[in-house]
Structures are given as C-alpha cells and as structure tokens.
C-alpha cells in the first residue's frame, strides 16, 4: 500500500508514538507499525472539532435504546470516545455486555475492607474474553480497509476472538491463526478450530509466533489483528468507560491488570489520558500491571532498571541490552498462565507512557500465587482463567507491601473465562497427584491450599448420604477456608 501522510482537515488519524518521528497517516490505511520509524501508531482524533459529550453521564441515554446494536454494543454505545469509522462500517456481535462485582469474600483474601474489591468479569464477551472489545474496532477497521484475510499470533483468547468475529459477521472475513504448539489452553484451541479458522500450529512460543505473523502478514498482505494495530486499542478503551459507567462515573483510586502483550494496559492509559484531556474526568485511578514471574518482561525494565516512559525518550538501549542478554541465555517465558506467557511485549513503550499518566506499578507473582488467587476467585467470584488471577494474586502483594490500603478501592480486571482452561484448574483442585505433577509441580506450584477436591465413593446410598451429612454439617470448613 503507498504510504500518503493525513489531510489537515481528518478528524481521526494515526501517528506514531515516537515524538522524534511523530509521522501522521490516514485512518483508511492499515499499518502495523510506523512506516517511518517502526515504532507504535496510535490513533489520534482532533478533539476541538468532534461532538463529545460534555460529561460522561451522557452516555447513560444511549441505555434506554438498545434495540440499537450500536447502543446495544458495551463498545459501541461510547463510539464518541472512538470516533473513527462511519456507523455504516461498523462490527458488531454483541460484545462488551460485562459487569463489575463486588466481591467481597475475595476481598478479604487480598485484604481489603468489605466493598473495596472490584471484579470487572471481562469473561462475558462472545467469545469469553476482552479481546473482544478490541476486536469490534479492529474488524470495523478492517471493513474500512476492504481487508477480507485476517490473521493474529496468540497465546489463544485473540484467536479464539478473531475466530469468533469472522464466523458470527458475513463479510466474507477469513481467519488464519498462530500458536505455539502446546502453548495455548484447550478452551480457547477449541474455539479456533470449531469457529473455521485456519489453525496454524508452529513449533515455538507466542513470541516466535508473533515474529512470523508480522513476516506473514506483510508478504501476503493480510490484516493483521495484534495489538500492534492501534485499532485494538481503541476497543480495549471501552473497559475502562465500562468501570466508570458501573461506578457512576467515579474514578476508582486503582486498575489491577494482568500483563502479556500490554495491549489493554496500553489502551487504559490511553482512554485516562483523553478523558483527562476532554474535561471528562478529574482523576486519573492509579494502574498496576502485573506480570506472571515466568514472563517477567516489565517487571524488570521497570521495577528494577527503572525504564520509565520520559515523554517517548525511554532509553531503547536498556530494553536491547536487556532482550540480549534474555536470548543468549535462551530465556524463553514460561508460566501456568499461558494468555500472559510473553517475553516480548510488542506494547512496551506504549505501557511506558500509560504507567507514566496513570501513575502506575508493575509487579509479578508466581504460579502459586496465581493458582491460589484463581481459586479464591471462583470459590468467591464469578470464576476466571489462570492470567487473569494474577491481578488479584497483584493486588494482594500490592496490599501486603502497603501501596493499596484497605480503603481504597481497587478494581480488578478478569480478563477470561473460567473456562478456557480447565485443565489448570482440574488439576489444582483434583486428587490425581501426576495430573497435579505434570501440570502444576512442573512450574513450582507446591501446594494447592485452596483446593475444593471432588469425592470419590462407591454407588452406594447409605455411603452418599453419609458424605453428604458430613460436608454439609454446619461444623463442616467450607471448601478452601
Ligand atoms: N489475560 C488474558 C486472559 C489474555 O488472553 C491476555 C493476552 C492477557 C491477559 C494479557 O493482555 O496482552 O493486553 O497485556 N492474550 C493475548 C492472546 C496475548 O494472544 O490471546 P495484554
């Protein structure tokens, strides 16, 4: 595709990230990185000559029309926030009908008071995770384009999404992913191959993967659905509008997420940073990204070599240096939570400038950590995959070492669907101790404390009815207490 800068009188368009380069492009092109300089694109909108809302309450009459699908759309009723495509143009398969759960009893593992701990169960997206959101804007950009083959590197829940929109839209999109082999979870494997994609298994991790999509992508020329397009990010904006909208537009003090990709940690910077700037909100939460210690990427560069954003002058000799010294000592990422198992997050600079604006922290946790906190989630919450838990398994180092207090009030995303892993979760809880081995002990999980382990008995009534008696008794522990 040749390459035209933007007009003046665009109202969106894309720019790079690096403020030596700044390049501006059309909205109707796709590209995956700068042209220019290779670095990120971001979308980018002329504010001043654009019809936003004056405060965010407004957004509540879209409420009352969901016969719309585009007021209907937990992405798409913001659009004035994302206003980049005629409504003509736009995807949509229902996505973003999400919800923010207090969840108190899982507050009390994290230690917090009663009301403090938030829930927001991105695991109610079509296709069980939040890429969805991102893959709303995407595939509205991709229809700008008139692209029809699409294609995505994936730990699993981007193609599961990918594959989702293709299957559930009629516009002739054709889906072609790549994963690791063996590196994804079942559920999200299974969605791939029961939605059509073309399944392309290579031998290597996402990292590997990720590096032959783009090679892939531009020698066929098909769109790419990353979050390296800055069109993604634009959808994963909207969980943030989401949390202010169930919270009444109320900033909460903190967003705990878990980091792969940091795709989504990119875009909730993005959303604070342009709501602060329109005048639609006076507080910025603080953010904490939270790293799987397997894949520990972030954590490294930020917590201990102290990179930091620097208005785009971060020092990109550090994070070579750094992915150097990872490759020759044949560092690979691993983790039980496969979503999150990167060691070369293609959104590092824009998670730079989102910690900046937002103020924010990194830390990573251990697979014990992970498993533990997933347990507590289920057994007092709505239930989530292995990546998502590490937020709470977060929030809960974040809180012993003091940074969140008890009062404050700490939203966590779920990103996934319980069930898009269940054989990490059926080997925590099972009684099969190769099972536990294989799956768990093999990544430095030890115990499972919190384990709600299923009975085994004979076919027998008087047995049953005994067991019942005994697990049910008021002076019975409840599972994991
Ligand atoms: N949680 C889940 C459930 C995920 O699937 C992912 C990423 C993340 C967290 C991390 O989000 O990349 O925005 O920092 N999954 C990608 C995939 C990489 O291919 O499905 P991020």
């Avoid at 080997?427 to 081995?437: I, S, V």
Wanted: charged residues 20%; glycine residues 10%; aromatic residues 8%.
């Amino acid at each position: 595709m040749s390459v035209t800068t933007r007009a003046a009188t665009d109202l969106a368009y894309q720019r790079c990230i690096n403020p030596a380069c700044g390049a501006t492009l059309p909205v109707d092109q796709a590209h995956f990185g700068c042209p220019e300089c290779g670095d990120g694109l971001d979308v980018t909108y002329d504010w001043d000559r654009l019809p936003v809302p004056s405060r965010l309450s407004d957004f509540e009459a879209k409420w009352s029309n969901r016969v719309n699908p585009l007021d209907f759309s937990g992405v798409w009723r913001f659009r004035e926030l994302l206003p980049f495509a005629p409504e003509a143009r736009i995807v949509t398969i229902g996505e973003g009908q999400t919800l923010l759960q207090a969840a108190d009893k899982v507050g009390s593992y994290v230690g917090m008071r009663p009301g403090h701990l938030l829930l927001q169960y991105e695991g109610m997206n079509p296709s069980g995770s939040f890429k969805d959101n991102g893959m709303a804007a995407a595939f509205t950009h991709a229809r700008m384009v008139n692209a029809r083959r699409v294609a995505c590197a994936s730990t699993g829940n981007t193609s599961a999404a990918l594959s989702v929109y293709c299957s559930a839209t009629n516009f002739g999109f054709k889906a072609i992913i790549f994963v690791g082999s063996g590196k994804i979870a079942y559920g999200k494997l299974a969605q791939a191959l029961d939605h059509g994609a073309l399944t392309i298994q290579i031998a290597g991790d996402f990292d590997d993967a990720m590096q032959r999509v783009r090679q892939v992508a531009e020698r066929l020329n098909i769109y790419l659905m990353n979050s390296v397009n800055p069109f993604r990010l634009e959808g994963q904006k909207t969980i943030m509008f989401r949390v202010l909208e169930a919270l009444r537009w109320e900033p909460p003090d903190w967003i705990v997420v878990p980091g792969g990709n940091l795709g989504n940690s990119s875009a909730f910077g993005k959303a604070f940073i342009e709501l602060k700037h329109l005048g639609l909100l006076d507080r910025i939460p603080r953010l904490a990204v939270i790293n799987a210690s397997g894949a520990r990427t972030l954590d490294q560069l930020v917590t201990h070599q102290g990179l930091s954003w620097r208005d785009g002058l971060h020092d990109p000799e550090l994070t070579r240096a750094f992915y150097e010294a990872m490759d020759s000592g044949g560092g690979k990422a691993s983790t039980i939570a496969s979503a999150i198992e990167i060691n070369r997050p293609v959104n590092l600079t824009k998670c730079l400038r989102a910690l900046h604006a937002c103020d924010g922290v990194v830390r990573q946790v251990s697979d014990q950590e992970i498993m533990d906190a997933k347990a507590r989630v289920g057994a007092g919450g709505l239930g989530c995959e292995p990546a998502s838990a590490a937020a709470v398994a977060g929030a809960k180092r974040l809180r012993e070492e003091g940074i969140i207090a008890p009062s404050d009030r700490v939203v966590c995303i779920l990103t996934g669907h319980q069930l898009k892993d269940p054989t990490a979760t059926v080997a925590y809880h099972g009684t099969d101790q190769d099972q536990f081995e294989k799956v768990l002990g093999s990544r430095g999980v030890r115990r499972a404390g919190f384990a709600n382990r299923p009975v085994v008995i004979a076919n027998d009534l008087d047995d049953i009815i005994r067991t019942i008696n005994l697990y049910s008794s008021d002076a019975a522990e409840a599972p994991g207490a």
